[in-house]
């Protein structure tokens, strides 16, 4: 059984950029999937799950007698917090993953020049050849830390300014 013509060519690019960029390519990967993992699943929190839970606790808090008193309002606080928590669980990691890519390759940057300073002291010149493969090293790192991490950006952005927003609109429906 063989893949699909878009997935098996998928597959050989990302299998060529790890042997081009070395092992600080395959974390930098690790971090995309972790990542997009983490996006996915607050999407299908966000379009899913979220509607459900405000009803709930909107619901709970009309089923209420006393809203207007000290101890309603701490109630409904909490009631409040409660949810903000669910909506924002998993955005600091989320946030960590983000400008961790660019460093992690940063790091293979670095690995891949002292690759050509290395190949270079060991053959007392600096001909192109010797230079090409260290140098594609630390491109190939760079360019894949910062294309993990710009894919990053905007979902941790929406989905924190979203959260925001989510909890700001539960508030408004939640009266005293």
Request: proline fraction near 5%; charged fraction near 20%.
């Amino acid at each position: 059984m063989s893949l699909p013509e878009p997935l098996a060519g998928l597959i050989t690019g990302v299998t060529e950029l790890i042997d081009g960029g070395g092992p600080f390519v395959t974390w930098i990967f690790l971090c995309g999937v972790v990542m997009w993992t983490l996006v996915l699943e607050r999407y299908w929190y966000f379009w899913r799950v979220l509607p459900r839970r405000a009803a709930e606790t909107i619901e709970g808090w009309m089923a209420r007698r006393d809203r207007a008193s000290w101890c309603a309002r701490q109630i409904r606080d909490a009631m409040i917090s409660r949810v903000n928590a669910e909506m924002t669980s998993n955005f600091p990691l989320m946030r960590v993953l983000v400008p961790l890519s660019p460093l992690l390759g940063l790091v293979g940057t670095v690995s891949g020049m002292l690759e050509v300073f290395d190949s270079m002291a060991l053959r007392g010149s600096a001909d192109a050849r010797t230079m090409a493969s260290g140098v594609s090293h630390a491109m190939i790192c760079t360019l894949t830390g910062l294309a993990v991490s710009i894919t990053g950006l905007y979902p941790v952005h929406y989905f924190q300014s979203r959260a925001r927003r989510e909890t700001e609109l539960l508030g408004d429906k939640l009266v005293l």
